[in-house]
């Protein structure tokens, strides 16, 4: 019959000598007597301390323990494979189980099949203010707040990497439960104290994670039933006001519209805009990028193909973007980068609003709205020869000016503030204070990238804001993307404006300049002061004075 593992099996007292002073059970046994008796026997197991020992095809540990003047030997019956493995190759292996033991960043509790504590590690003793074995034979609930070793004796299932309070601190636990012959026996739990610091910037980390996700969701959510009205549009300039009030007039008609701006102004956005005010606003409003058409695919992707229509082909067909926008708005972006015999190809569509499908018998009609976009001058590039007339007359019935954003600088504050908001939320993190010199930075520089460039820069600037505020200096310090500032006197407020008093016209006026000053020279002010050929003392009293720079 197989012993039990762990059972004692043989117990002997060696003499200093080495004589046998007492021996029962497996070391009274004549071969193991004269392996105790054997030198380089005795001096490896000492060397061990724990090892393993077959005999008669059943493994045993030895555990040698040094007595005063004498020694314990004790046999115990041993089945576990892994053990055995462990002992047979590890010279170590006893060393290994006091340091787990012991490890004061991994401390342990072991509780018996009755959920009693069986054995508490001493860091974790002390940890808990537990005098040495003090626990033990209590039930664990008892002992350990929050333990949900007693759950795991009854359920055996393992909890691993969860957060546990204990003490006034979160602490990274895993419970598993310890079975013999299929059989629970126990538990262990055990405790990572390992850098509290990585495990709470773990924590951290997937918390913000976390918050990330949400705001995905939540952003994804907004995207099917994305209301992309004009509160989408951040600004209040008059120059955005101006749009929004155009963009209400036209939305609700179905006539073509060619939407104008520099790249990163926001034609995008005004596109779903007009989407969204119109009555098609419940219909798709499917987006295509003009540029990114190729001439041989241009055909299958606008106008969509019957099932075999080619080798390859869907075996299905599939609906072109004119029929998936049926209802809605079909929204071409960078129209003016458009091939030439794509434009020949939308140019037929537009005319009658009839679609024929490759491989098709017969063209049928689709209702759709155009909208289409691009920041290049059209109609220079008509007089070039590369984009068609007849073509330019279809899609500009009515067309839009976007303003770059360096005609409407007061706008700046507020998308500042909506960018700012938008990145803490997705990092969850709380929104940084911004400070006026910050703004007044940001509203000097020209901005050739527009609102795509301030987007970067506020996020940037979220990065390396320093103790939750971003100052002028987040910005110079660490970016290397602005231009210096091509904006004209007269949109800078450099012009004298009627109707206001002398002094506070010059007062502007050497506001501003002594604002670019210390822009262009990073904040240094002697050098403002040596440029503008004015004093250091003069130059600090107007600072002091609160002069808005
Ligand atoms: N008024 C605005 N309010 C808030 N965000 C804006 C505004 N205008 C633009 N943005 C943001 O700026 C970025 C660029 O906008 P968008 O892609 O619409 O520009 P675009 O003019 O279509 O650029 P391109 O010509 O390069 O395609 C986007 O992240 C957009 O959300």
Known sequence: MEAESGVVEGLAVLKSDGSVLYSTGLAGDQRVRSLMADKAWMASARHHRLQSLTLDRRSYSVLVTP???AELIVFSALTGQAVLEFLGSVDFAYDILEHLLTDPFDAMTVVDGEARVAYVSPVHERFFGLSRGEANGRPVREVIENTRLDKIVATGLPEVGEIQHMRGSERVVSRVPIRRDGRIVGAVGRVMFKGPQQVEALARRVNALENEVRFYKREAAALRTRSYGLDELIGESPAMQRLKSELTKIAPLSIPVLIHGESGTGKELVAHALHRLSPRRDATHVMVNAAALPATLVESELFGYEPGAFTGADRK???GKFEQAAGGTIFLDEIGDMPMEVQAKLLRVLQDHMVERIGGDRPYQVDFRLVTATNRNLQDLVGQGQFRLDLYYRISPISIEVPPLRRRIDDIPQLVAHFLKEVAGRHGYPVPEVEESALAYLMEQAWPGNIRQLRHEVERAFVFAENGRISADTFVGHSDSFVPPVVPPEE??????????????????????VREALVRHKGNKKRVAEELGISRSYLYKLLDEGMRL
């Open 317 to 319: 067909g599939r609906k």
């Open 67 to 69: 007595m005063r003047g």
């Open 492 to 513: 800078r407020g450099l012009l004298p404006r009627r109707g206001e008093s002398l002094k506070s016209n010059l007062g502007r006026v050497e506001a501003e300049l």
